[in-house]
Every structure is written in C-alpha cells, then in structure tokens.
C-alpha cells in the first residue's frame, strides 16, 4: 500500500507531469470528494508564469468536467429516488441554471451541481454557468497568489520558496 501512495504522489507531481496533474486535480476537486486544486494551480502557475492562461484554462476544464459528472450523479439520483421536493429545491428550480454560477464556492459548490442534475435542470446552460463560475474563481485566485505582492499568503510561502 505504502509504494501504491508513493507512486500516487510521484504522478501528480508537477514539474514532471504538469498540466494533466492540474487537469485530474481541478477534475477529481470538483466532485463530491473533499479536495482542492487551488495549491495545484498555483503551484503550477509559480512555476511556469508564462503559462498563467493556460493552467487556468486547463483547470477550469477539468474542474467544470467534473462538475458535469455531479450533475449526471444528481440526475440519476433523481431516477432512482423519487423524494418530496423541499423549499430551498424549489429555489433552486425556481432560479434555474445561472445558480450554478456558485459552482465554485466551497461546500456547497459540488453538492449543487449534483442538484441541478437531480432537478434535471437544463444540461448545457448549467455548464456553461458552471465554467463562468470556476473560471472567474481560477483566475481571481492564482493572479492575487502570483501578482498580489506582500500578502499574508506571500509570507505564508517564504519559507518554501527559499
């Protein structure tokens, strides 16, 4: 087990295996498993600053692809249970898509997802409100990590970087 996890760690390693460690991380992130991308993305973003764009393009993909599998997961969940529909359900039907623009907030960000697909709520708008979301979130994020000078985080990773 012990060589099976140090193997784990050595794939996602990102000097070697790069933008595809950030794409399965922002990916595997966005589902219903408790894991964030932002250190992959930044760590990434740190590393090859020229690529700014891409690693937050690559993320947003890979995090909004698994944000799609929450949403077929909630889908069907709803055929296989049927459940009475409670107010904060109804909210969320009543608002439609553009709720999925929270998609990126932390804990409630993936669960909503897999509601949306549970309320069958229109799959390609979902998507789309879901990618404006974890797009804005990625670039907000690692350009305040990377360009936002003398910050707690900055002092936070000093000791890393030396």
């Not at 600053?49 to 947003?60: G, K, S």
């Not at 409630?108 to 409100?129: Q, T, Y």
């Not at 990625?138 to 936070?156: E, F, G, H, I, R």
Request: some cysteine.
């Amino acid at each position: 087990m012990e060589a099976f996890v140090l193997r784990l760690i050595e794939w996602f390693a990102l000097p070697r295996h790069g933008l595809s460690s950030v794409f399965v991380i922002a990916f595997v992130s966005a589902t219903l498993l408790p894991m964030g991308s932002e250190p992959a993305v930044f760590g990434y973003a740190k590393l090859n600053p020229d690529q700014f764009w891409v690693v937050v393009f690559v993320a947003t993909a890979g995090n909004t692809l698994g944000g799609m599998v929450d949403y077929w997961m909630g889908y069907g969940a709803h055929e296989a249970f049927a459940r009475k529909r409670e107010s904060h359900i109804r909210w969320l039907e009543r608002l439609g898509p553009k709720v999925l623009f929270f998609a990126w907030l932390p804990v409630v960000g993936d669960p909503l997802c897999a509601v949306a697909g549970w309320l069958k709520l229109a799959f390609w708008p979902c998507v789309f409100w879901m990618s404006i979301g974890k797009f804005l979130r990625y670039t907000l994020m690692t350009a305040a990590l990377l360009w936002v000078p003398n910050s707690w985080w900055t002092q936070l990773l000093k000791p890393l970087s030396g």
